[in-house]
């Protein structure tokens, strides 16, 4: 993978050399040869929240097993079997998971089965040979039909297409219309990332080119013109 410049407003260098990204309820870490859109580190409070009461509806059980209402024993029981192994899993998955991983040594891009929030398994598989280009897309900057308004949210989206003409999404990043350059520089960093790696080329929206920006402050990002 070439050697991306990032401005400092896009991404943060990390202490083992990778550069993160803010995206939507997720971040995207971007290494020499791999590139990984996971979720949020704030996605971990539920599964942890889970495990934290599952675990003590089994303590209590342990504990008051011969002291508690047969009714609650079993509801709690039932509560602990369910819970608990679904919260660690997702636990897990929070922490060390990934939802996408485009990974250089293996020429494919994959994505990861989301059930409950999980990453279990492999929902999509793409081979770089059979990427077409990558997308990125924006919704709410055009008027709207009967009000003559634009939106006051920018949704912009980074879609990877195949050969085949199927469109499936990498990440999306929603800003205020007032910092809609800032989305597109944050969803355009992902892209030149997967781009780099997979030799394909990406597609901005019509209305946007890229320019040349002093080196002090990045190699070259989004205009709108």
Do not use: C
Not at 187 to 196: K, M, P, R, S
């Amino acid at each position: 993978m070439a050697n991306t410049t990032f401005s400092s407003h896009v991404a943060a260098r990390r202490r083992d050399g990778r550069h993160e990204v803010l995206l939507h309820r997720s971040i995207a870490l971007i290494g020499t040869e791999r590139v990984e859109i996971r979720s949020a580190r704030s996605t971990v409070i539920l599964p942890a929240l889970g495990v934290v009461l599952g675990g003590a509806a089994g303590a209590l059980i342990a504990i008051e097993a011969g002291n508690l209402p047969f009714g609650l024993l079993v509801g709690l029981l039932l509560f602990s079997i369910l819970v608990l192994p679904i919260s660690v899993m997702a636990l897990v998955t929070a922490i060390m998971g990934a939802d996408v991983v485009v990974d250089g040594n293996k020429g494919a891009a994959t994505w990861q089965q989301g059930y409950l929030g999980m990453g279990v398994g492999t929902k999509e598989l793409v081979p770089f040979a059979k990427i077409d280009h990558l997308a990125i897309t924006i919704e709410g900057d055009s008027p709207d039909r009967w009000r003559e308004e634009q939106d006051t949210l920018r949704q912009f989206a980074l879609v990877l297409v195949k050969q085949s003409g199927k469109r499936l999404t990498l990440t999306q990043v929603p800003v205020p219309a007032g910092k809609q350059t800032d989305g597109m520089d944050r969803t355009l960093a992902v892209a030149t990332a997967i781009a780099n790696l997979t030799g394909v080329e990406v597609k901005l929206p019509e209305g946007w080119e890229l320019v040349e920006l002093p080196e002090d402050e990045v190699a070259a990002g989004p205009s709108r013109e």
